[in-house]
């Protein structure tokens, strides 16, 4: 038929199927390298914007050295190692002029620094130096005179920590007393006078807490991003040795205070405590209103030892509302108060600290702290 036999149909069909395969094979070949193209424009573009937006954060920062290709890598990476990072709040309180800072810096910020962003608050109030326990007044002039203005202490924080801010307060004068807790007060002692101004010595003191709650919160609100650790310490705190920072961190849960296991006399040493972010507002706000709305129920609670003094009135008061308290031996938390003295920086510690610690920290540790021992 039209001069074509059946072979040459069959034929002439097989070599158009043949030629159908071989085109639609060609087509999906430049449809898998248009998807790839686009796939690599596409990620080229993300790297890029990604790493302009961390440039432009850290502009200043002494990065102009690098290629653009390599800020562009190393803007990637991170953005995606920083944007999951938990975040830690700490809150310094005391007064400026018994700051100490590099030991905070070196042995605790960096240590936390691997694993967490870091946001400082400093509490502090100006004026003359003083101590609660008036003996201090007749050994120690101050401590190490190393800030005066709240200027200085911005400049000294490393610029990786976050975000630094600093408050300077007006510590009430005459905070109204309890007599119960002033009659509990060093039972050796007969001086009422003194027992009310150590009184309202602690009273200020947790008075500050709350000050370190409401930054917290403006903190919060800037990073928009809600912390997952915090820690409230005393100013004159010195890390004699780099804290380790897993097992601590390991030790937080809500309901958790962790402090450190020495100077606790009884109760709990507040000098440090290093908390969970959901247990803040309690710790933050527990000492004066337990103290001044349910003291009656802090001095007649069970479970711990009476109140004798601040570190036993706070013990009992977490009690209360259902916070423990986990000490830390000091091998692995090791924070102590400097002082300075006509000879020099030196440690207050007595008989019963040097003798808690030295079951605790190494040889080393212990004769660099006795060497250093004020007297």
């Given amino acids: 038929m039209y001069g074509v036999g059946l072979e040459d149909w069959v034929h002439l069909v097989g070599s158009r199927k043949q030629e159908h395969r071989v085109r639609g094979s060609i087509s999906l070949r430049f449809t898998a390298i248009r998807v ?4 690599a424009l596409l990620v080229a573009c993300c790297q890029w914007g990604r790493s302009e937006v961390i440039q432009s954060k850290r502009t200043g920062e002494g990065n102009v050295d690098a290629s653009p290709s390599k800020k562009r890598i190393e803007g990637s990476r ?10 830690a709040f700490v809150c310094i309180t005391g007064q400026l002029s018994r700051l100490e800072l590099d030991g905070k810096i070196d ?31 007749r050994i120690f002039h101050g401590a190490v005179p190393t800030f005066s203005t709240l200027t200085e202490i911005r400049a000294r924080i490393p610029r990786k920590f976050g975000m630094v801010r600093t408050q300077q307060i007006e510590q009430p004068e005459s905070p109204i007393l309890v007599s119960e807790y ?7 002692s007969s001086n009422r006078t003194l027992k ?25 609100k800037v990073v928009k991003r809600r912390y997952s650790i915090v820690m409230r310490m005393r100013e004159d705190l010195f890390f004699a040795r780099p804290v380790d920072i897993d097992y601590v961190l390991g030790n937080v849960w809500r309901q958790i205070l962790v402090v450190q296991r020495c100077d606790s006399w009884g109760g709990m040493n507040d000098k440090l405590v290093i908390l ?23 001095f007649n ?45 030196c440690f207050p510690l007595g008989l019963r600290s040097l003798s808690c610690l030295r079951r605790q920290v190494g040889q080393e540790i212990m004769l ?6 004020c007297t």
């Avoid at 790839?36 to 796939?39: E, S």
């Avoid at 991170?78 to 975040?87: E, F, G, N, Y």
């Avoid at 969970?276 to 802090?298: E, I, N, S, W």
């Fill in 36 to 39: 790839l193209l686009l796939q």
């Fill in 182 to 188: 002033v009659d509990s007060l060093d039972k050796s």
């Fill in 107 to 137: 042995n605790l910020f960096e240590p936390l620094h691997y694993t967490h962003d870091i946001d400082v608050a400093f509490v502090l109030s100006a004026g003359k130096t003083t101590f609660v326990a008036k003996r201090n007044d």
């Fill in 196 to 220: 009310e101004e150590r009184s309202r010595s602690h009273i200020r003191q947790w008075y500050v807490y709350q000050k370190c709650l409401g930054l917290m919160d403006q903190f919060e």
């Fill in 78 to 87: 991170m953005w995606d190692q920083q944007r999951m990072r938990p975040r």
């Fill in 368 to 373: 660099y702290l006795q060497q250093k021992r």
């Fill in 301 to 345: 609670s069970t479970g711990s030892r009476r109140v004798t003094n601040p570190e036993t009135f706070l013990l009992r008061a977490f009690e209360r509302v259902g916070i423990k308290v986990t000490p830390i031996s000091g091998d692995k938390l090791l924070g102590i108060p400097l002082r300075s003295s006509t000879t020099g920086i």
């Fill in 276 to 298: 969970h972010r959901g247990t803040a507002v309690k710790y933050f706000t527990t000492p004066l209103q337990q103290f001044y709305l349910h003291p009656q129920a802090v």
